[in-house]
């Protein structure tokens, strides 16, 4: 009667030995390590892991799931999806205090790594304040051209970003490029609910603003 | 002094249309009677049914090729006094004198010649050409002389030499005659069927006539050449054993022999062959597999088999492995390998069919697990190798020609498989071809 157990626990030991628990992802590293808080540019983050994979030998296909999320701190980053064999590149403005953040990234299976305080903000150098070129007439919802000057800048001139916002409207990005040498050429788009006079306003994390003249908005 | 011995081999080959005769050597051609008294024997062109008779001793075959067969003869173990002794070889069992050669082998006797001559003569003894001594005779003229007296020989001459004469005495030997040679052919009789029996004289006999006696049985003279006899020996009715002599006219027996006449046997239907004992049976094959898609590749696999004692069944371990592979592009993430090593782990039962000489018809069905190692790998994503656990079904069709110890065979094999993880869906089976071989173990 008891004869089938070892055979019954063979069979177990063995299907427990069937496939594998794929490991988390790694950070392998990240370059620049580090960035002074007023200055914005590119990061390459690069990562391994191994993506969960199915392969159908019958149907001799290979199906992929590279879904992605990656955030250094609170700002995502970086593409939605698994890219260039894990070596993730993406622009980051100056929107983070001085600190140290950690950098997360969870695969589409839901693996998630976590390299503690792999990228440190410094202090900041800020301008002391933003001016804007005059603004024509608009029509809501058409890009146009804004350009804009940071105001007592460090030597070298100013080359983080800044906030957009123009109050009644929605504007379109919310944060603008990397300014060089202390200007910004930003190509924006603004959307009103009414036609009339708006303003658009700037900022930076150190809380220096400027502002430019009001400018019509037509529908 | 001693015997000069004869330089080189002596051949004799007696027969003169000898040309299908058996050429016969003998090494040494002569010997003195002792306790290491032996003689080789060589034989040519005697063919695979060489037959060989001797009329005094013990003949025993010892080397065997193709080109000669070799004898040792050995004498009988008290035998002491000179004889020649007579071998016979033919082939077949129906030859005439023509293909019968005769060997004669001298061997010489060893005694004491007891002399009676002058008191202190220098004497001499000559016995058939052969020299002895000298020995000086006692006061009293007696001496004793050791020497070899051969076959041939008929009288002993004493010299006795005493100053300045010498006296020559001649002593007469006598020998007894040397036997003669005997052989049936064959050497039973069937059922009653005449024999062929064969007669060879030495030269030394000195009686005249031959004649062979039977008790029991009609002789008839078939052909005579010389001093040798090829006579028909028919057994009557109902005789079992029919004694016989070879004997001078004045009946004095030279040679003695008894033909046994073999009686019918009963017909004896053959038992039936005993069941197959259980038996071990080891093999190995090598072939390949096709389950659609990239479900392809080479595979191998060791087979021990037990064979059940009275029954044609097999029951089978099959220890194998099985190899596939494929490479798929994925988007523009680049290319997915996806590599399967499977070890099938299978119990199977065989049923050998069919078997019609050397040619062997089995068909096989069993099933067992697959083992195996799943490897991943691309050029965008990191390595991965998992363990593999899968099941197979199957059934076969063997057929096996067996070529001494072993058997080569072909094998084609519909099977049923399925390998299965979170990361791979194969199913390395499917139709499967080999060629194998295997063996029993004794």
């Known amino acids: ?219 | 002094m001693r015997p000069v011995a004869l330089p080189g081999l002596l051949t004799l080959v007696l027969c003169l249309q000898a040309q299908a005769a058996p050429v016969v050597e003998a090494e040494p051609s002569r010997l003195v009677l002792g306790p290491r008294a032996r003689a080789e024997i060589t034989v040519r062109n005697g063919g695979p049914g060489l037959r060989g008779a001797v009329s005094v001793g013990t003949l025993t075959a010892a080397t065997s090729t193709d080109e000669f067969t070799r004898f040792v003869w050995t004498p009988p173990a008290d035998a002491r006094a000179p004889t020649l002794v007579l071998f016979a070889f033919w082939t077949g069992e129906a030859p005439t004198l023509a293909d019968i050669t005769v060997l004669a082998l001298p061997c010489s006797g060893r005694t004491e010649l007891a002399i009676e001559t002058e008191p202190s003569a220098q004497v001499t003894v000559e016995v058939a050409g052969a020299r002895f001594g000298p020995k000086r005779a006692d006061r009293q003229g007696r001496l004793k002389m050791p020497v070899e007296v051969g076959p041939h020989a008929h009288e002993a001459r004493v010299i006795a030499e005493l100053a300045d004469q010498s006296k020559i005495r001649v002593l007469p030997l006598s020998l007894p005659p040397s036997p003669w040679l005997l052989a049936l052919v064959p050497e039973s009789s069937a059922e009653g069927a005449p024999v062929h029996a064969l007669v060879v004289v030495p030269d030394t006999e000195e009686s005249a006539g031959t004649e062979l006696v039977a008790e029991g049985a009609k002789v008839e003279k078939e052909q005579e050449a010389g001093r040798r006899l090829l006579l028909r020996v028919t057994p009557d009715r109902d005789r079992s054993t029919v004694p016989m002599v070879a004997r001078t006219l004045d009946g004095s027996v030279r040679a003695q022999a008894t033909l046994e006449v073999v009686a019918p046997q009963a017909t004896v239907p053959p038992p039936p062959p005993p069941p197959p004992p259980g038996r071990w049976i080891l093999g190995g094959a090598l072939g390949g597999y096709v389950g659609g898609g990239s479900n392809a590749g080479p595979q191998g696999a060791f087979i021990a088999g037990y064979g059940l004692p009275n029954l044609p069944l097999v029951l089978e371990l099959e220890l194998g492995i099985r190899s596939q592979s494929m490479s798929v592009p994925v988007g523009t993430l680049g290319t997915q390998n996806s590599s399967l090593l499977v070890f099938p782990i299978e119990l199977a039962v065989r049923w050998e069919a069919i078997s019609a000489g050397n040619f062997r018809l089995s068909v096989r069905g069993g099933g067992g697990l697959l083992v195996g190692s799943h490897h991943l790998s691309s050029n965008f994503d990191a390595d991965l190798t998992e363990a593999a656990l899968g099941w197979e079904i199957f059934a076969a069709v063997q057929a096996g020609l067996q070529v001494g110890p072993v058997e080569p065979y072909i094998e084609v094999r519909p099977a049923l498989s399925k390998v299965s993880t979170d990361h791979l869906e194969a199913r390395p089976g499917g139709g499967m071809f080999s060629v194998g071989v295997r063996g029993t173990l004794r």
């Open chain 1, 1 to 219: 009667m008891s004869r089938p157990l070892p055979l019954s626990l063979l069979v177990l030991a063995l299907a427990a030995c069937n496939g594998a628990t794929l490991s988390p992802p790694t950070v392998v590293s990240v370059s620049p390590p580090d960035r002074a808080a007023s200055s914005s540019g590119p990061v390459t983050v690069t990562v391994d892991a191994v993506l969960p994979t199915v392969a159908d030998h019958g149907a001799q296909t290979v199906t992929v799931d590279d879904r992605l999320t990656m955030k250094i701190g609170p700002r995502p980053f970086g593409p939605s999806h698994w890219a260039d064999a894990g070596v993730i590149a993406d622009f980051l403005p100056s929107v983070l205090p001085e600190g140290t953040y950690d950098i997360t990234v969870e695969l589409g299976d839901g693996r998630l790594a976590t390299a503690t305080g792999a990228f440190r903000v410094t202090q900041g150098f800020w301008p002391i304040g933003y001016t804007i070129d005059m603004i024509g007439g608009q029509t809501s919802g058409v890009p146009f051209g804004v350009t804009m000057r940071a105001q007592g800048a460090p030597d070298g001139g100013y080359g983080g970003t800044v906030f957009l916002s123009v109050n009644g409207a929605t504007v379109s990005p919310t944060i603008s490029g990397p300014f060089n040498a202390g200007v910004r050429v930003e190509v924006i788009t603004v959307t009103v609910a009414n036609p009339g006079s708006y303003r658009l306003d700037v900022s930076d994390l150190a809380g220096r603003t400027g502002h430019s003249v009001n400018f019509q908005v037509r529908q």
